[in-house]
Each structure stands twice: as structure tokens, then as C-alpha cells.
């Protein structure tokens, strides 16, 4: 059974940063892409960064300069970094994933498994 589960959400200032985690079940990291996605309050969900099974990795304009996508494959966790936080940063953070891919994508159709979401707010 494959499961996702976000963690590291929370509160921060602007200019700060927070390290969210993707804890992986059932998944071996190097079988799928993993993406991370973020939806505001009254907006759709949209694509922050992905790592594509390869370990090739992709991020969105916003998130260039700001935000790192790592992995762990002995842990098969995926972690992304975010600094410089700005209060366009807030929302709900999801990691999601989808097997055997050998690129990754930023648009959330691609994946067909999704964790909980972590909330994060950033403070003006």
C-alpha cells in the first residue's frame, strides 16, 4: 500500500525559511517521480518542484532561487527547502508521486497519489 505523508509545516515570518519532509510507504524513490504542489486559500493547486526518479529535478519560476527538492533513498524521504519565505508563499503544501516515470512534471494530473498536505503560513 502506498502512502505520502507531509510534515514540517508551520508558521514563519517573512524572510524565513521552513524545511517540509515527504515521508514515502510502498515506494521505492528511484521507480517514481515525486512532486510537490502548494494550493492557497481561494486558488488551484499549483506545481512548486518535482525529482524525477532519476534524481533530475524541476522547479516552477516562483520557486527558483528559493526552494530546494531533495531526496533520501535509504529513508525514502523527499524534503523540500524553502527560504526567503513570502506571505504568497502561504498555503497547503502536498507531496505527490506516481511510478515509473523517468522525467518529472509540474502539473498535478500527472500523479495519482497524494499525501494530506502540511499547512504553511507565512506572516507579512
Known amino acids: 500500500q502506498e502512502q505520502l505523508v507531509e510534515s514540517g509545516g508551520g508558521l514563519v515570518q517573512t524572510g524565513g525559511s521552513l524545511r517540509l519532509s515527504c515521508a514515502t510507504s510502498?515506494?521505492?524513490?528511484?521507480?517514481?517521480?515525486i512532486g510537490w504542489f502548494r494550493q492557497a486559500p481561494g486558488k488551484e493547486r499549483e506545481g512548486v518542484s518535482c525529482?524525477?526518479?532519476?534524481?533530475?529535478?524541476k522547479y516552477l519560476n516562483p520557486a527558483k532561487g528559493r526552494f530546494t527538492i531533495s531526496r533520501d533513498t535509504a529513508k525514502n524521504t523527499v524534503d523540500l527547502q524553502m527560504n526567503n519565505l513570502k506571505p504568497e508563499d502561504t498555503g497547503v503544501y502536498y507531496c505527490?508521486?506516481?511510478?515509473?516515470?523517468?522525467?518529472?512534471?509540474?502539473?498535478?494530473?500527472?500523479?495519482?497519489?497524494w499525501g494530506q498536505g502540511t499547512q504553511v503560513t507565512v506572516s507579512s
Open positions: 510502498g515506494f521505492t524513490l528511484d521507480r517514481v517521480a
Open positions: 505527490a508521486a506516481t511510478w515509473d516515470k523517468y522525467y518529472c512534471g509540474a502539473y498535478p494530473n500527472e500523479y495519482n497519489y
Open positions: 525529482m524525477a526518479s532519476t534524481g533530475t529535478t
